[in-house]
Nanobody
Framework: VQLQASGGGLVQAGGSLRLSCAVS????????MGWFRQAPGKEREFVAA????????SYADSVKGRFTISRDNAKNTVYLQMNSLKPEDTAVYYC?????????????????WGQGTQVTVSS
């Protein structure tokens, strides 16, 4: 399984970005796509996740109401729409696959990871 994240960049506070994560290779009957982020000197943290079937989603409290995760099954792609960005959202964002049915925020359970894309929010 290969994951290719893209869409990061430099944006001013209050701006928006949309991240994409294209999934290729072996697929599974049920899995969860997640977004995580890691700021310098900090641990990687959960941002959002979505089941590949159905519409169940989960968000970190810090991004609720500002970020939206979605998927396009036909394109094998998951998106993270980020609005009202804040300087504290600055981090490398990673997409990941969890080979399970229930959404989990535990990064240790995710089986496959993309390479990360840098998001920088200036004040």
């Amino acid at each position: 399984v290969q994951l290719q994240a893209s869409g990061g960049g430099l944006v001013q506070a209050g701006g928006s970005l949309r991240l994409s994560c294209a999934v290729s290779g072996r697929t599974f009957s049920s899995y969860v796509m997640g977004w995580f982020r890691q700021a310098p000197g900090k641990e990687r943290e959960f941002v959002a996740a979505i089941r590949w079937s159905g519409s169940i989603t989960s968000y970190a409290d810090s991004v609720k109401g500002r970020f939206t995760i979605s998927r396009d099954n036909a394109k094998n792609t998951v998106y993270l729409q980020m609005n009202s960005l804040k300087p504290e959202d600055t981090a490398v964002y990673y997409c990941a696959v969890y080979r399970g049915q229930g959404i989990t925020t535990d990064k240790l359970l995710y089986n496959y990871w993309g390479q990360g894309t840098q998001v920088t929010v200036s004040s």
